[in-house]
């Protein structure tokens, strides 16, 4: 991956806007790119922004790299926080816009938690309408804000767009910042919250979103979540311009003539992705933080109560849930806690994804989270292997290995391309962390399963000891049969299984037919058994080659194990369903026939008959069986050798 980042020659990045109502985000998206986002009626007639508007910025780095920046500037207006939320998911530079007359207000406070929630980590701050003056106080302010935050170290650039003073300034710290920035990682499995969807005359259905996580490339299938509706797109633009693949990171329009929009098609926070790539579920175990900055005594402040109901945004999309909380009656300002969100409606997640929460009526931000499990609907939330499992990944929900590892210690068996499968890391880094595991001997790699090494251990140990069992209760048997032995251990999954045997199979266990067996064990009729082979072995060879039938042998329990004993050492023959003969009286009745024949010439089954002295009864499928096995061949109603 990193080959393929070092030669893509263009850099694609996504830029939001953030800051208080009417201190100018607008007015610098235009100054910046000649595009006023503002675009709707009321949004001029009110004289500010209600939702998102969209411009593009390119700019060249210090060392002569285009980057093509897509500019979402979003509303300040309290009123429409909402709107800002969806247009700072998937961004990777955010632009804090303070202006000098006001400094730092309630929405700069609130988008910038927003931003730290979402884990936005790289911002650059213009110092807006510095034609009205305070530069320096508000510079000020605006570090005394920021320390402390990730954005500590970021840039303020004084900005006028009355007087242009800073314009340039301000693009040149955002290509700096941008320059030092990877693009967005490709893990092959895009996905694409729609911002917007609208239909054009003569072309149709259009979406459009900030593409993360892979590729889209025009003509492929996609999947439209959380109604997992199946859509070909038809065509790709970035910007107004027609593309063939689009990237991570790219504003990307998709055309999807197929589809609809509004209420019973695709609308703001329904996610196209590529299929296979996760379900809708209504339940998701997350970790939930509040941040220290909330104000005490503000309303945003109030203790988060177990049983709540909260709205979250998550993606570009609002869901209403239900909060329980693991193992705390409220969640306070500063506090973090494990818990799970019940939603209204099914939502399609990945692990890590992050999502801001605000109270019902939509007033305040009051946390922020991210997922740990997105596919909670079947797992007890208060079972001790899942408080673990939330336990371990809540440690660092972001870091491959204790994911992996958390996965495969709360599912025991996993199978190897499932695992992960709504994650943010590609199927060659789970495959590189789960061979690290293997190192550390955490976890256990057969075939197509990977296990936890301790629950593996105690599979086998249990496999081991019900042979073992059945060697010492049956010793006059082959092995355990095979059937037997994963009943008992209630192995559902079949490559789990074939997976235990072939690994006991690797030292000390063999299979035989099929039973599975120690190497070293040799069966044995217990002494009480042994009177009745003899007889049988009598009863058998009294007539070598026209033996009874096996219904006259095999009158009782004891003489059913001693025939069954006889067949898995290779003692008996069985030639048809009726008719077994010793494996020595067969093979000697075999050279008999082939002698015959020899000298005498393609024979009847009447003359081996009489040349043998054994009966029809027995000759006919002997016969067959010799035409099987190759010895003989039947022609007409003789039969030669081969
Ligand atoms: N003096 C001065 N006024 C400015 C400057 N930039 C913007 N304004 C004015 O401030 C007002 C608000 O500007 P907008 O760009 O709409 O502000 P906004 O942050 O986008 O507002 P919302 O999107 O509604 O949050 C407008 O009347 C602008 O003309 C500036 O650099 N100097
Ligand atoms: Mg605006």
Redesign the pocket.
């Known amino acids: 991956m990193t080959a393929q980042r070092e030669h893509r020659v263009e850099k694609y990045f996504v830029i939001a806007t953030a800051?208080h109502?009417?201190?100018?985000?607008?007015?610098l998206v235009k100054a910046l790119t000649g595009t006023d986002p503002d675009r709707l009626p009321e949004e001029k007639a009110r004289?500010?922004?209600i939702d998102l508007g969209f411009a593009e910025l390119n700019l060249t780095a210090p060392n002569g790299q285009t980057i093509h920046a897509g500019i979402i500037d979003v509303?300040?207006?309290e009123d429409f926080v909402r709107n800002m939320i969806a247009g700072v998911g998937s961004i990777d530079l955010a632009l804090f816009?303070v202006a000098a007359d006001d400094g730092w207000m309630r929405q700069t406070e609130e988008h910038l938690q927003i931003l730290m929630y979402l884990g936005v980590k790289r911002a650059v701050v213009a110092l807006?309408?510095s034609?009205?003056g305070r530069i320096d106080s508000v510079t000020d302010g605006i570090r005394n804000q920021m320390r402390e935050t990730v954005f500590a170290r970021s840039s303020i650039v004084p900005?006028?767009?009355?007087t242009a003073e800073g314009i340039e300034n301000l693009k040149s710290a955002i290509a700096l910042e941008l320059a030092a920035m990877h693009p967005q990682r490709d893990f092959g499995k895009p996905r694409l919250f729609i911002d917007r969807a609208f239909t054009l005359r003569g072309i149709g259905t259009v979406v459009t979103g900030t593409l993360s996580g892979g590729s889209i490339r025009r003509s492929q299938d996609v999947v439209v979540q959380p109604g997992e509706i199946s859509a070909r797109v038809r065509s790709i633009q970035n910007h107004g311009r027609g593309i063939e693949i689009a990237q991570p990171g790219m504003r990307t329009a998709i055309n999807l003539p197929d589809l609809s929009i509004g209420e019973n098609g695709m609308q703001r926070g329904d996610l196209i992705t590529a299929p296979g790539l996760g379900s809708p579920r209504a339940t998701v175990d997350v970790l939930l933080e509040r941040s220290s900055r909330l104000k005490r005594n503000s309303p945003a402040a109030r203790p988060i109560k177990n049983g709540s109901f909260i709205q979250v945004h998550i993606g570009t999309g609002r869901i209403a849930a239900k909060i329980t909380l693991l193992d705390k009656s409220a969640l306070e300002v500063g506090q973090s806690a494990i818990a799970r969100l019940k939603f209204d409606s099914p939502v399609v997640a990945f692990v890590g994804d992050r999502f801001v929460v605000r109270d019902s009526p939509e007033q305040n931000t009051i946390a922020g989270g991210t997922v740990l499990d997105p596919n909670a609907d079947l797992a007890n939330f208060r079972s001790v292997s899942q408080i673990q499992f939330l336990r371990a990944r809540a440690t660092a929900p972001h870091d491959i290995d204790v994911c992996v590892r958390s996965e495969i210690a709360l599912r025991g068996f996993v199978l190897r391309k499932a695992l992960l499968n709504e994650s943010p890391f590609s199927d060659g880094e789970i495959s590189e962390a789960l061979e690290r595991l293997q190192c550390a001997g955490e976890i256990v790699l057969c075939s197509e399963m990977v296990t936890d090494r301790k629950a593996w251990q105690q599979l086998r140990e249990r496999a081991i000891s019900l042979i073992d069992e059945a060697h010492k209760g049956n010793p006059e048997r082959a092995g355990l049969h095979l059937n037997e032995l994963r009943s008992t251990l209630g192995i559902q999954e079949s490559n789990v299984f074939e997976a235990l045997i072939a690994d006991l199979c690797v030292k000390d266990f063999v299979r035989k037919g099929s039973a599975i067996a120690r190497i070293s064990h040799r069966p044995l009729l217990p002494a009480e058994l042994q009177a009745v082979e003899r007889k049988i072995r009598e009863s058998l060879s009294h007539k070598p080659f026209d033996p009874p039938p096996r219904r006259e042998i095999e009158t009782n329990r004891h003489a059913q194990q001693v025939l069954r004993f006889l067949t898995e050492t290779g003692d008996l023959s069985e030639i048809g369903s009726d008719v077994v003969l010793l494996r020595e009286n067969f093979e000697r009745m075999k050279h008999e026939v082939a002698d015959f024949i020899a000298q005498n010439g393609p024979a009847t089954v009447s003359e081996l008959r009489k040349a043998l002295e054994s009966s029809r009864r027995i000759m006919v499928p002997f016969l067959e069986k010799l035409d099987r096995d190759g010895v003989t061949r039947r022609m007409g109603d003789k039969r030669c050798l081969r």
């Not at 109502?21 to 007015?27: E, L, P, R, T």
């Not at 900005?159 to 009355?162: C, D, E, G, M, N």
Request: avoid cysteine.
């Open positions: 800051g109502v009417d201190h100018g985000k607008s007015a004289k500010i922004t509303p300040g207006h816009v807006a309408k034609d009205l900005t006028s767009v009355r």
